[in-house]
Every structure is written in C-alpha cells, then in structure tokens.
C-alpha cells in the first residue's frame, strides 16, 4: 500500500456489542483499567475531556525507565461506532512531537463487535530524525547535569 | 536502492519518460517515496537519481512497530476487560 501514509492497524473481533466497546473507551475511570500495552505499564489519566474538540492527556508509567506522556483531542466521536482523536508524544521521546491520529470504527458482527483501530503517522520521516536529533542533545544535556548533581550528591 | 550513474552510464538509471514505466506508475511511486521523506531524488538533466534514506526508513519502522504493538496490547486488554463485564454498569 504504497499510497498510504505509514500506519499501525489492528483488527479484532470482540464478543460484545458495539454500545460496550464504545465506553470502554469513553470513560476515564475504564481508560485507565485497557489502554495500556501491557499490565505492567500503569497508565493514568491527566486529562480527559470526551468530547469533539475535547483533549486528553495520559501518562505511562513504564517500569524502569521515564514516563511516557501522550496527548491529543478528539476530532470525531460517534457513539457507539467511530472515535478519531489526534496522537502526540510529549518529549522526551524518541518518537516525542511526531503527529498522528488514531482511527476507531466500531461496527457490530453477529452478536459482538468488530474493532478496527487504525494509527496513522503524519509528516516525513526525516521530521522523526530532527525530532530524535534535538531531543537526543537534550537528553544529553540532562544526563550530563545528573551526573554532575550524582557527583555533588557524594 | 541508489541508482548511481557514473561517467560511463553503466548503471540503468531511472527516467521519468522511462520506457519500461510507460503507465508512470514506478515515477509515482517514487514520488510518495519522495514525499515521505524515504528516498532522495537528485536531478540532472533528464535523469532523475535516487537514494534510499536508509535511516529514515528504519525510524519509521520503528515508529509502526512501536505503535502496532501498543495497539495489540491494548486490544487484548480490552477484550479482557469487556471480559469482566467491566462497561456494564453504565446503564
């Protein structure tokens, strides 16, 4: 698919029906118990304003290593069937600045639902390396003045 | 990827008339490719030179990967969720 935009997509058939998918991912309080890749990363909600041209705002706890925050607003909400939201990692990151939008279509499948999740990525791929480049000379900024406060600290 | 040509010609470089891409459609490609970011064109004169910008491709990898995975973990923890009748109570 050449024409695309570089994209992450994930399809998944689920035993539940749309109205239910579809809260899952419009309440803070069940946002916080799903959207993580994995147990071990905590996420918590900053922000979270579910509404067209609302934002939100969650930070990762990965363990042993720096907190992940993403952000973005939601340009799209059509309960129970379509969610499009902007996706933007704050830095430092490697991926920190890189805009992207997230596309959820919920349809419903026999007695369940089928979840597409479509994850595209804005902007040349050069952009990603003058992002990594400037917040690669940050971090070692950072690590030179912690190491220094390491020094001081003994 | 890099089509260089050097001062004998002996490398087949890419053309935008290029006879064996009468329907335009590899120029096209290439012009997605270019946009992208992926591969750099340099022209001279009527021949058309490309690069792969090898490291770009690779932080996009990394940037699809990153994501698909995310995504992946995340569904399966949805379905786990939903799984617990966790959306139920909403009324």
Redesign the interface.
Known sequence: M??D??????R?R???APE??F??FA?AE?VT???????EIKVTVLQFDFREGGSYRFAYQVPESATVIVAGSYSVIRPPSKIVFSWVIEPPD??AG?Q?EVTVTITPEGSGSA?V?R?Q?FG??????RH?AGWRGATEQLTELLEQEGQHGR | MSSRTNARGQQQPIRQTNPRDPSGNISK?LK??E????VERKVEGRVHQFKL?R???E??G???A??????????N??????AEG???D?G
């Open positions: 050449i024409e935009e570089p994209c992450a997509e994930i998944r689920l035993a539940y239910k998918v809260t899952a309440k069940l118990r799903w959207l993580t890749p994995s147990p490697e991926h890189i992207s979840l999740i994850h990525k040349r791929a050069d952009a990603i390396e990594a | 490609h997605v490719l946009d992208a970011g992926i910008r490291k770009a491709l932080q996009v990394r940037w699809i990153r994501h698909q995975a995310f995504w992946e973990g995340a569904v923890q949805l379905d786990r969720l939903l966790a959306s139920d909403r």
